[in-house]
């Protein structure tokens, strides 16, 4: 019936079971979303992954609506309301790492469908684990190590961006700071944080959750992540007031995320003193080492791989799709980053108002790599596909 090992979901006897089965299965898969969609005769449990919909299971109506009210206990939800649209947040763990689904819930003509998105889950724990290289975790280090200013980790959803951030409070954690985060949800607890939750079901957001923690004196404080003008303000201002502030933006590179604060009204001289350093990030599915296998590029690959590095490839490297992989070609995930320091010569760039090609051009005439460069190394030594690249570099936000 699919690509993700699909079964009857009525041959369960328990909703317990089958909601297990359903969430544990979408987090091996890697799924980003899990649906459950009521139709006129039974039910349609769907699963994203890597952006497309493919079909679990099907149950029928009757095991449906127990689903549901499972659902709605584990959200802590009205078990009782089956018109309005409710939203919650529910925990779990799989393999022993804690996961967030966020479940929504909203009435369709066949009746209620739910709708569970699987939140980025912090794994690992110390930078080595991440596939850093030691010069992006020697700068990491140092910038986070100040007693104040900001420090961003940006990339779209999906990069692995909380994974970082929990990695360098781990880092942080040491029991001589105060280290406060305000998060939608928390995530990852760890011992030693004092962790805040905001959202809207909590009823506070980044900016007065934000407040709240500045009069508890801290020295690390973590935003979850800076989406408007407002949460920019104030974290700006944290970051100059003797904290070390550190957040997430959602931003296609480094330069990119610099302009982003400026297009959210952050002043330049403001901006200039505060920022410390900008990590970029992705994540790229490393090729399957059973089934992977050396081919002869095609002309267009050759072409496209000239424009990005200068010079044609050699060999390229591709998965043929195994049982081990479950034919997805793909095993496991790989991190590029880019680590954008600022300097002398970075700042008075923003303050003379150089534009973002103006900071590649400068960025481009040093040594450093930037996203792609990461990228295409990982094609060159075997560890993704061409393929991987362009869809990790190109196809996400
Ligand atoms: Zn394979």
Do not use: W
């Amino acid at each position: 019936m699919s690509a993700v090992g699909a079964f009857s979901l009525s041959e369960m006897s328990s909703p317990v079971e089958i909601v297990d089965q359903m969430v544990n299965q979408a987090v091996r898969l890697n799924a980003s979303d899990i649906l459950i969609e009521p139709q006129e005769k039974q039910a349609v449990v769907r699963l994203r992954v890597d952006g497309v919909l493919q079909t679990f299971g099907e149950m029928p109506l009757g095991s449906y609506d127990q689903v549901m009210s499972r659902i709605k206990v584990l959200g802590n939800m009205d078990v009782a309301e089956s018109r309005k649209p409710q939203e919650s947040k529910i925990r779990f763990s799989s393999d022993g790492h804690p996961y967030v689904l966020r479940a929504a819930i909203v009435s369709t003509n066949f009746g209620q469908m739910a709708a569970l998105r699987v939140l980025d889950s912090p794994k690992f724990t110390e930078f080595t684990q991440l596939g850093m290289s030691e010069a992006v975790i020697d700068k990491i280090k140092r910038n986070i190590s100040g007693r104040y200013g900001l420090f961003l980790v940006c990339g779209p959803t999906g990069a692995g961006k909380t994974t970082t951030v929990h990695t360098c409070l781990k880092h942080l954690n040491n029991g001589e700071v105060n280290i406060m985060t305000i998060e939608d949800p928390v995530e990852y607890i760890m011992d030693g944080l004092n962790q805040i939750e905001v959202g809207e079901d909590v009823g506070l957001d980044f900016v007065s959750g934000l407040r709240t923690v500045l009069r508890m004196n801290p020295d690390v404080v973590f935003v979850g992540e800076i989406r408007d003008a407002a949460t920019a303000r104030i974290a700006i201002q944290a970051a100059l007031t003797g904290h070390l502030v550190i957040s997430t933006l959602h931003s296609r590179n480094s330069v990119g995320a610099l302009f982003r604060l400026l297009d959210l009204g952050v002043d330049r001289y403001i901006l200039n003193y505060a920022l410390r350093a900008i990590v970029s990030q992705r994540l790229m599915r490393k090729i399957c080492s059973h089934c992977k296998e050396i081919y002869q590029p095609t002309e267009s690959e050759r072409m496209f791989y000239r424009r990005e590095k200068g010079d044609l490839p050699g060999q390229l490297t591709a998965g043929r799709g195994c049982d081990l992989c479950a034919h997805n070609k793909f095993q496991g995930m790989a991190g590029i980053y880019e680590m954008l320091e600022m300097d002398e010569v970075l700042r008075k760039m923003v303050l003379s108002e150089a534009d973002e090609a103006g900071f590649k051009a400068e960025l481009d005439s040093r040594e450093f790599e930037d996203l792609n460069s990461a990228g295409l190394r990982l094609v060159d030594d075997g560890t993704t596909s061409l393929h991987e690249y362009i869809r990790t570099l190109y196809d996400a936000g």
